[in-house]
């Protein structure tokens, strides 16, 4: 019986590259919900501020529909 | 928590190959190309793992709609698919040079293709839905009818005229391999059963995440 050591190597490779393909796509995964979490926290504290200010009266209200408005450069695009 | 597991996983895997190339000696009948099965035989007993934990989480979730058994099914059956594929591209890769053919359609192993069709097709329907309540409901289904291949991929070799061999893992009776081949099985079994644990960990960890940000 020949040793066939390619088809062993290939094997072998075969599972790393698998288990290592779907490694990377949860750290890739992983990395996008950290931007996410800090892209997310920017905005939360902005208008937690904006509440308080406006509640003690030292920032006027922003007229109009009433909402709190980010700012342009804090907010996400849509999933 | 994960790093202590991560590195559990590197020194399992590394004592695996230490086993498998340089301990577990080279096979009288089939050559060196038996090393294979060192990768191929952990895969798919791993593969059944996955496929068992996605059948529990899918009866714990169709009884008490926890949302964290949907998480553990659907991770489970994502690393399960992975290692079913290893297993059938390991298994033609030993199939060349041992039978002369990449595949052949006999009973283990078109069992084995409808069980990683059949487990595609619980991701899919997961990705297909859009509403999480239906798509946890209607996968948890789809976990527990693909489960019923499980059995059928095992006792194929006995039922039906195959190719394969009987199991030579996971049968009546004491075993009939020699004490290095098993225990090189055994290792690789640990190190790939390891490596399952800490991606669903890894893969639960992240849905949980997932959810939360979409919340």
Same mark, same amino acid.
């Given at each position: 019986?020949?040793?066939?050591?390619?088809?062993?190597?290939?094997?072998?490779?075969?599972?790393?590259?698998?288990?290592?393909?779907?490694? !990377?796509?949860?750290?890739?995964? *992983? !990395? *996008?919900? /950290?931007?996410?979490?800090?892209?997310? !926290?920017?905005?939360?504290?902005?208008?937690?501020?904006?509440?308080?200010?406006?509640?003690?009266?030292?920032?006027?209200?922003?007229?109009?529909?009433?909402?709190?408005?980010? /700012?342009?450069?804090?907010? !996400?695009?849509?999933? | 928590?994960?790093?202590?597991?991560?590195?559990?996983?590197?020194?399992?895997?590394?004592?695996?190959?230490?086993?498998?190339?340089?301990?577990?000696?080279?096979?009288?009948?089939?050559?060196?190309?038996?090393?294979?099965?060192?990768? =191929?035989?952990?895969?798919?007993?791993?593969?059944?793992?996955?496929?068992?934990?996605?059948?529990?989480?899918?009866?714990?979730?169709?009884?008490?709609?926890?949302? +964290?058994?949907?998480?553990?099914? =659907?991770?489970?059956?994502?690393?399960?698919?992975?290692?079913?594929?290893?297993?059938?591209?390991?298994?033609?890769?030993?199939?060349?040079?041992?039978?002369?053919?990449?595949?052949?359609?006999?009973?283990?192993?078109?069992?084995?293709?409808?069980?990683?069709?059949?487990?595609?097709?619980?991701?899919?329907?997961?990705?297909?839905?859009?509403?999480?309540?239906?798509?946890?409901?209607?996968?948890?289904?789809?976990?527990?009818?693909?489960?019923?291949?499980?059995?059928?991929? =095992?006792?194929?070799?006995? +039922?039906?005229?195959?190719?394969?061999?009987? #199991?030579?893992?996971?049968?009546?009776? #004491?075993?009939?391999? #020699?004490?290095?081949?098993?225990?090189?099985?055994? @290792?690789? $079994?640990?190190?790939?059963?390891?490596?399952?644990?800490?991606?669903?960990?890894?893969? @639960?960890?992240? $849905?949980?995440?997932?959810?939360?940000?979409?919340?």
């Amino acid at each position: 019986m020949p040793d066939n050591w390619s088809f062993v190597i290939a094997a072998y490779l075969l599972a790393a590259v698998v288990l290592g393909a779907y490694w !990377r796509h949860l750290v890739k995964k *992983e !990395r *996008e919900l /950290e931007v996410h979490d800090r892209m997310d !926290r920017p905005v939360k504290s902005t208008q937690s501020m904006s509440v308080n200010q406006s509640v003690k009266g030292t920032q006027p209200r922003v007229p109009g529909t009433g909402h709190l408005r980010s /700012e342009p450069s804090t907010r !996400r695009p849509l999933p | 928590m994960t790093r202590t597991l991560g590195w559990l996983v590197v020194l399992a895997l590394v004592a695996g190959l230490v086993m498998g190339f340089l301990v577990a000696p080279r096979d009288a009948a089939q050559g060196n190309v038996q090393r294979i099965m060192y990768v =191929h035989v952990p895969s798919v007993l791993v593969a059944y793992l996955a496929f068992a934990v996605v059948l529990l989480a899918s009866i714990v979730y169709l009884t008490t709609r926890r949302e +964290s058994a949907d998480r553990i099914g =659907h991770a489970s059956a994502e690393v399960g698919v992975l290692f079913t594929g290893i297993t059938i591209a390991s298994g033609a890769i030993w199939g060349k040079p041992t039978w002369g053919t990449w595949w052949t359609w006999d009973a283990r192993l078109t069992s084995v293709a409808v069980l990683f069709v059949m487990y595609l097709g619980y991701l899919l329907v997961r990705g297909m839905v859009d509403d999480r309540e239906r798509a946890a409901r209607y996968s948890a289904v789809v976990g527990i009818v693909a489960a019923l291949d499980v059995p059928l991929v =095992h006792f194929s070799v006995y +039922s039906w005229p195959s190719l394969k061999q009987p #199991p030579t893992m996971l049968k009546p009776g #004491p075993s009939t391999m #020699p004490g290095v081949f098993a225990a090189t099985l055994l @290792v690789n $079994l640990a190190a790939l059963a390891l490596v399952y644990v800490f991606l669903v960990t890894k893969r @639960v960890a992240l $849905l949980r995440r997932e959810e939360e940000a979409l919340a």
